[in-house]
């Protein structure tokens, strides 16, 4: 069984930093792409940046290109988010996500489909 654990979410003011991880467990995770997604208060879950299975592709939502990078470490069976310049509207929960199919690239997750998901994580960003 797939199992994804967020952690790193907090409280921080405008133009701050704050790194999030996933810790995976439950199958081989360096044959999957991995992702994060968020959701505001009243909208829709949301791609936020995906990293192709190898690690050396990844895709951001228009958003948070520049400030957001998304990495993986294989060896630690992990995924982090680190996000820079931190704006009120990316306050959201945040969510680990994983594909359900091997070998693919950082945009296989976009649509959100067919994914395992992690509980989430809130982010706040005061202004």
């Known amino acids: 069984q797939v199992q994804l654990v967020e952690s790193g979410g907090g409280l921080v003011q405008t133009g701050g930093s704050l790194r999030l991880s996933c810790a995976a467990s439950?199958?081989?995770?360096?044959?999957?792409?991995m992702g994060w997604f968020r959701q505001a208060p009243g909208k829709e879950r949301g791609f936020v940046g995906g990293i192709s299975w190898s690690g050396g592709g990844t895709a951001y939502a228009d958003s948070v290109k520049g400030r957001f990078t998304i990495s993986r470490d294989n060896a630690k069976n992990t995924v982090s988010l680190q996000m820079n310049s931190l704006k009120p509207e990316d306050t959201a929960v945040y969510y680990c996500a994983a594909d359900r199919t091997a070998r693919r690239g950082a945009y296989a997750l976009m649509s959100g489909a067919y994914l395992y998901w992690g509980q989430g994580t809130q982010v706040t960003v005061s202004s």
């Open positions: 439950g199958r081989t995770f360096s044959l999957y792409a």
